[in-house]
């Protein structure tokens, strides 16, 4: 079972705005997201328009406008991010309630206990973790274990 691409896109985007927080730019703009992570333009702004409604980014308007984290990478759990975008697995009928199988199918038993699992996973990580597995991949492609760094 894999996130939907409304949740890979957004975790993509928000880990690149906050590095880019770090860096000392604190709101940026859907085009700049949308080119640096290849992510549809259209779509990420319906993905953050979600986001910010629900209070974990800011809109800010006009010509030198963009969109700021309202949280510290450290206190926003990837599960936090999911459940807004996708309120996970309730497409699939054995989660939802909507089954019209029988109450007892063993299907149903399987796919809530994958999504516990999932969400249990996901709530253990925040946007911090994406960073620093991020700075580790970087290391590695450049070839600084080799150095020692």
Request: charged share 30%; proline share 2%.
């Given at each position: ?89 309730q497409?699939y ?11 007892d ?11 516990n ?33």
């Open positions: 079972m894999a996130l939907t691409v409304k949740s890979s896109y957004a975790l993509r985007a928000l880990f690149e705005l906050a590095l880019l927080n770090k860096e000392g730019i604190k709101k940026v703009s859907i085009a700049e997201l949308s080119k640096r992570q290849q992510i549809p333009r259209d779509f990420l702004e319906k993905i953050f328009s979600e986001l910010r409604d629900a209070g974990i980014l800011k809109s800010i308007r006009g010509r030198y406008g963009g969109y700021v984290l309202l949280k510290d990478p450290k206190d926003l759990r990837l599960s936090e991010i999911v459940n807004v975008l996708d309120k996970p697995l497409s009928d054995c989660v939802s309630g909507e089954c019209r199988v029988e109450i199918c063993a299907v149903e038993f399987v796919w809530k206990r994958v999504h699992v999932m969400m249990l996973e996901l709530d253990k990580m925040t946007l911090q973790d994406i960073i620093r597995y991020g700075k580790e991949i970087s290391k590695l492609g450049s070839g600084d274990e080799k150095n020692g760094s």
